[in-house]
């Protein structure tokens, strides 16, 4: 009898290790997807050779539209930093006027530059963004991830004053209720000179990292990022030699035989590395405003389709949404000017910033739509003269 008991105990114990690690598997898988199929997005730097600055980005989110808007950051506008208690944090005032992009109907800017030519963009982080705990009696240092963008570019003008600034604040949790957890977030900045750096949150404490390539994606780590990049290093511009095999010649079948092995799907690991591929062979461009066609000719590779597996939650509200890019933009940092097209209207427009006179637009942020028609602004072509 004891030793039947045994036997039944051992086949229990595999079956319940079975089922544990059958579950643990499940819930990576998932986890995974949740990393991967909200949040896509992808940024870039390129430098012009008359030292021109452009940064673009991606805006992915496949869950619902993130209603996004122009908003304009007069000179003097106060803020107050948001934590977990309210708005009770860090109090400042902006030094710089900025234009960024919104999200979720509020005044947190995703992406933005300020009049100084300074460049931040948020990149979703989850799963690895970790931030330090909220202590109460620091709450006049303390913003939440949402303020970020917006305490960088109305503060700084300079890639240092960043390093020194964020040194000196806490970013800490605070749940956002459209999304129903914090936002964890990771950040690229760059300055007119080209200068980029990311800052990450890990096991709570703020990690800044150089960014000499200029492009960002998502999870894991941005050190994880640059480390992967050696599994691909046979990837070339340059097109594969033909060969000779048993006396036979063997050519490649057309062009693009150097980038054999390039990553296609969405993932971001496989994004950072394509990023890295496209804007490390771009074309030659004399100046920042012709850099902005190459960038948006190089992000074009990572527009992602609404209900696509790597993409796109298919349980949430994507009614009226066409994809999961809901909007492109490029940052000439040279020029001040921002560009950009959207997943309803695929021209492209612009807002120079040095026609706003930040010190002369009142005291309340300014938002503009990015459609004014969410429908593709089409020219028709005839013979009529």
């Known amino acids: 009898m004891h030793h039947n008991n045994s036997k039944q105990n051992k086949k229990k114990m595999k079956q319940n290790k079975k089922m544990l690690i059958t579950t643990l598997l499940g819930f990576i898988i998932l986890a995974g997807t949740c990393v991967d199929s909200v949040h896509a997005c992808t940024g870039i730097r390129l430098i012009a050779t008359d030292s021109g600055v452009v940064y673009g980005r991606t805006m992915e989110w496949g869950a619902f539209d993130m209603n996004s808007h122009i908003t304009i950051i007069p000179r003097g506008y106060s803020f107050t930093g948001l934590t ?44 690895f963004a970790s931030y330090p705990s909220y202590e109460k ?14 305490f960088i570019l109305s503060q700084f003008a300079t890639i240092d004053e960043v390093r020194e600034g964020m040194s000196k604040v806490m970013v800490v949790p605070v749940v956002e209720e ?3 957890i914090p936002v964890y977030a990771h950040w690229m900045v760059i300055s007119p000179e080209g200068e980029s750096i990311v800052i990450e949150f890990a096991n ?12 960002i994606t998502n999870a894991p780590t941005f050190d994880w990022h640059m480390t992967n990049l050696r599994n691909y290093l046979k990837l070339s511009a340059v097109a594969t030699p033909d060969k000779e095999m048993g006396g036979l010649n063997f050519a490649p079948l057309g062009g693009g035989s150097g980038m054999i092995g390039l990553p296609g799907d969405f993932t971001p690991p496989s994004r950072f590395v394509r990023a890295v591929a496209w804007t490390q062979t771009a074309r030659p461009t004399g100046t920042s405003a012709e850099t902005v066609y190459e960038i948006f000719r190089i992000l074009d590779n990572f527009n992602v389709p609404l209900g ?7 349980s949430s509200n994507i009614k009226g949404m066409r994809s999961s890019t809901e909007w492109t933009t490029a940052w000439d940092l040279s020029e001040h000017v921002l560009y950009y097209h959207t997943q309803n209207n695929r021209r492209v427009r612009a807002l120079d910033l040095k026609e706003l006179n ?28």
Do not use: C, R
């Open 84 to 127: 977990p208690d309210g708005l009770n944090g860090k109090k400042w005032k902006a030094k710089y006027g900025v234009v960024g992009l919104d999200m979720l109907g509020q005044n947190y800017l995703t992406d933005g530059m300020n009049e100084e030519g300074l460049a931040a963009g948020l990149f979703y982080h989850l799963g």
């Open 204 to 215: 709570g404490e703020m990690k800044i990292f150089d960014n000499p390539l200029g492009v």
């Open 358 to 385: 930040f010190s002369n637009l009142g005291n309340d942020l300014i938002h503009l739509p990015l459609d004014k028609i969410n429908e593709q602004d089409i020219e028709y072509i005839t013979l009529k003269k």
């Open 178 to 180: 459209a999304l129903g």
């Open 308 to 314: 696509a597996a790597e993409g796109s939650d298919h």
């Open 137 to 150: 009696d620091k709450a006049d240092i303390s913003i939440a991830p949402n303020d970020v963008v917006s």
